[in-house]
């Protein structure tokens, strides 16, 4: 759905970038090329048996969940090995190994480049659009070698597959650049050029480090896409409302708690990685809102009301504040 | 909002009723009337100075918050009585005092007339649009001369005041009446005069006790409501996230959680009586939700996530059943 979109939102530009779709199977790559949303289509197994032809492309998204992501550069990490030392070098390094004593000792990232056509010969810039930043920064720092800045788009929708794509997704959303604390920059000049990409789809781009961003997702998106499918857990599970309600000739489910739930359930496999990637800040927010919980539970078991008028509107304000609207009271 | 939209709603019919607005202001008064939403208008105290002049209407729908709902149902009850009293009465009630005798002895009610024109002098049937139902059914019984039945309609808005009114709110929108477990029940001709009006503008109708009632839309609707809020003030309480996300720009907030506060911090003075007079079976709710995160923590934090797609599945399949959608997966 990620990929497809993007492919879509970038060919309804009035000077398209040639694009190849990599996809899962042979299917997919039959619908894609059908439905014009690549030049060529390649399924992953015919990708990873590219080598250097990589060369030819000047960015590489990565549209897996996380933990494929992760397996993806992986792979790719050889192949910049392999030309970092075929072309004498772009960085330090002399051996064909890419893992090779790089572990603990970053390279040093070579000085910036003004001459584009100095690019020629370089190999892609990787990107991704993943939720969890931490892991993919782990992985990446393992492998210097590889010219890797990681992206988040903040936009996706509970259907997947290609068919599910949208060509304005990325229109007016936001994309988190990723700063990482643990590898060495990526020179500003490639920031620019990846910062130039997404605003071609119409996205607006800030940047954040690898820790910021995974505890504040955590608190914007993880914990509540975990709080919707709890909410729909407990209250299915009360045997009268399950009863009362599936009796109703319609379903007795406000407009509140029909939004609240929308996210409930969203794709098992994709929220399996951010939940085994960004653990420990999923786990600290929902323990904040579980003490939130306790603290309110015990105000409206024991006292007056008192407190209500005020902390009703408090809550207003603040969510005000997180979603960025303005006053409305 | 809700009276004015109902009044909209009414007036669009091709043989619309003769609608009078009661309202709290004048400015209210001239913009309701300026705006061709009734074609009379009254300021309540206007409208509290009425006695059997209320004869000319067949319906009164109260559209307050719970308590002054509960208050006017009183004020109304001694012309009720009275009307009684005169009319050498529509129940075994001699007395023009209301509530004389009548706390602990249900009055019957009268035969069922079939024939229309007996309602000439009869005064009009009360309902409302109170989002709990057993403290007005509580009011109500200690008025068995009132001729009472509840209505809740499940629609509404996070914008208050007539100008907020829409004509379409009731549209295809649940309205539950309510059967009395308090009370003798009205007989079976006035409630079908009550479901036909809410027929009128669009609404689905069916039949709940006040206590059912209050234990299902505890569940769905107003613990939902509480968790909005909640959520909103936890997630703005952690500083890193208020900053950072302050400082981005646009919002980090994904659509999952913009949807998930859209209710928060909702009109105080309506939800400081929806929590007054629900407190039981909202603590039930908000303390099956505990226990649930409760669990969901202590998952997350101890074990593999074997367990993870099931639940995440089963939430999904909860979330179709709760809002009665098809199977999406």
């Known amino acids: 759905m990620m990929g497809a979109s993007l492919a879509a939102s970038l060919r309804k ?21 059908d439905n014009n949303l690549a030049d ?24 897996m969940p996380i933990a494929a992501n992760g397996r993806l550069l992986t792979e790719l990490a050889p192949l910049y090995g392999e030309s970092r030392w075929a072309n004498g070098g772009r960085s330090s390094g002399d051996s064909p190994d ?16 003004d001459s584009d ?21 782990e992985v990446a720092s393992r492998h210097p070698e590889l010219t890797f800045i990681g992206s988040h788009p903040m936009c996706g929708s509970e259907d997947a597959g290609p068919s599910a794509f949208r060509d304005r997704l990325f229109q007016d959303r936001l994309v988190i650049l990723i700063r990482s604390t643990l590898r060495p920059s990526e020179p500003e000049s490639t920031y620019e050029k ?12 800030s940047e954040l480090n690898e820790v910021d961003h995974d505890l504040v997702l955590a608190y914007l998106s993880h914990a509540p896409h975990l709080v919707s499918s709890l909410l729909a857990t407990v209250t299915a599970k009360r045997p009268e409302v399950a009863r009362i309600n599936g009796e109703s000739p319609i379903p007795i489910t406000g407009g ?4 609240m739930l929308r996210i409930a359930g969203s794709n098992p496999e ?17 323990k904040d809102f579980r003490n939130g919980l306790d603290e309110l539970i015990q105000t409206v078991e024991t006292d007056s009301l008192d407190w209500w008028s005020d902390w009703q509107n408090r809550s207003r304000k603040y969510r005000n504040e997180i979603c960025g609207y303005e006053e409305d009271r």
């Open 13 to 33: 530009q009035k000077d398209p970038p040639s694009v190849t779709g990599v996809v899962r199977s042979e299917s997919s790559k039959k619908w894609i090329l």
């Open 40 to 63: 060529e289509a390649l399924a992953i197994p015919e990708f990873k048996q590219y080598s250097l032809e990589i060369r030819k492309y000047d960015l590489i998204v990565l549209g």
């Open 98 to 113: 890419p893992s090779a004593g790089s572990e603990s000792s970053p390279l040093k990232r070579p000085a910036e480049n």
């Open 117 to 137: 056509s100095a690019s020629d010969s370089a190999l892609p810039l990787i990107t991704d659009m993943s939720s969890t930043r931490t892991f993919l920064e």
């Open 194 to 205: 990846l910062r130039i990409f997404w605003a071609s789809v119409g996205s607006r781009v």
């Open 256 to 259: 509140g708690l029909r939004d």
């Open 270 to 286: 994709m929220w399996q990685d951010i939940l085994t990637t960004n653990r420990k800040y999923i786990l600290e927010s929902l």
